[in-house]
């Protein structure tokens, strides 16, 4: 049986490792349940399925219990990662108090991340921060119009500039994200989309992590790819973009999720596993020798990309090519 959502409970914590101050360290991973990304709730992002994870009722007391039991479980790790369901920085979502403790909590490790809308970050929020800060900015992609039509993110990739220039004067890091393959781009777009994303976020971020979209429920994306109009990026792709990336400046690093799984970013099933390990050395170590994975369905991964191009279309082939086989 489905346990209960607490209000008062955290939704998600677990330990990890990352990098910090250049060597792979512990990271403690939380997500915490609030009332939810103010963006979300007049439409939201393409590809987000986050408004599952929150609850309207969600204040400041239930978010001081979830930061009790954070507490319980955090054993002195010196990373913490800390996501909520939309901006650390809204008070809407996160109200200050909440957010000064949270700070004080953690006030003696060396790196605490989390995520914000541009919106809410300004010279004066910024200047309150610890330098023991990391930014982390949803950028998803450095085109207006991808950012408009295929992710539908409410703001554009001058404000992720611009708010990041700011972090990184007011001596904080920055961790930019950038989307593999929104919605409506081909395989083949999308590998140049990500690429040229990242070159445009390395002056202002430490960090950029590619994120290869992974259908969730509920959302924009989840509709086209149920009508097989949308196929979740090849992990090739994936290792393309980095190894393309590696050495632009910031360190470049993947940590996909339900990556091998058909909603996730994947390849043929059997070098899957192989693939994504390969991401996750070249994540740590930035050796594009870390990319050397090899599989026959790299030249299918060629052709799909050449088909798609000449057809004009992102529709799922692989997915048509087997119901047509099927019916055959
Ligand atoms: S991706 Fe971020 S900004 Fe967009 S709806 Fe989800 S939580 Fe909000
Ligand atoms: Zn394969």
């Not at 239930?62 to 990373?79: A, C, H, N, T, W």
Request: glycine fraction near 8%; proline fraction near 5%.
């Amino acid at each position: 049986m489905r346990k209960e959502r607490s209000p008062s409970e955290p939704e998600a914590v677990w330990k990890e490792k990352d990098m910090s101050g250049g060597r792979k360290v512990d990271a403690m991973v939380v997500i915490l349940r609030t009332s939810g990304c103010s963006w979300a709730k007049t439409g939201g992002c393409t590809m987000c399925g986050y408004r599952s994870a929150s609850m309207s009722e969600i204040g400041e007391e239930e978010l001081m219990s979830q930061i009790d039991r954070v507490m319980e479980s955090y054993k002195g790790e010196p990373f913490v990662k800390l996501y909520t369901s939309g901006s650390f920085l809204d008070p809407r979502e996160i109200p200050v108090p909440v957010r000064e403790r949270v700070l004080r909590e953690f006030a003696g490790c060396e790196r605490i991340l989390f995520e914000s809308r541009p919106e809410y970050i300004t010279e004066d929020i910024l200047s309150g921060l610890p330098k023991n800060v990391t930014l982390a900015l949803g950028m998803e992609s450095c085109d207006p119009e991808v950012l408009r039509v295929s992710v539908n993110k409410g703001f554009d990739q001058d404000d992720t500039a611009r708010a990041g220039a700011m972090a990184k004067e007011a001596g904080l890091s920055v961790r930019t994200y950038v989307l593999l393959k929104p919605p409506y781009l081909t395989e083949r777009a999308a590998v140049e989309d990500a690429v040229a994303s990242v070159r445009f976020a390395a002056p202002f971020s430490d960090e950029v992590s590619v994120n290869p979209v992974n259908v969730q429920n509920g959302t924009a994306v989840e509709r086209l790819w149920k009508r097989g109009e949308y196929r979740s990026p090849w992990i090739w792709s994936l290792i393309e973009v980095l190894r393309t990336c590696a050495g632009c400046g910031p360190r470049i690093m993947s940590s996909p999720s339900g990556g091998g799984s058909q909603r996730g970013v994947h390849n043929c099933g059997s070098c899957d596993r192989r693939a994504l390990d390969a991401v996750e050395r070249f994540s740590f170590s930035q050796d594009v020798r870390d990319l050397d994975v090899t599989c026959d369905c790299f030249k299918k991964w060629k052709a799909y990309c050449a088909a798609e191009t000449m057809l004009g279309t992102p529709a799922d082939l692989d997915r048509a090519l087997d119901a047509d086989l099927a019916v055959r």
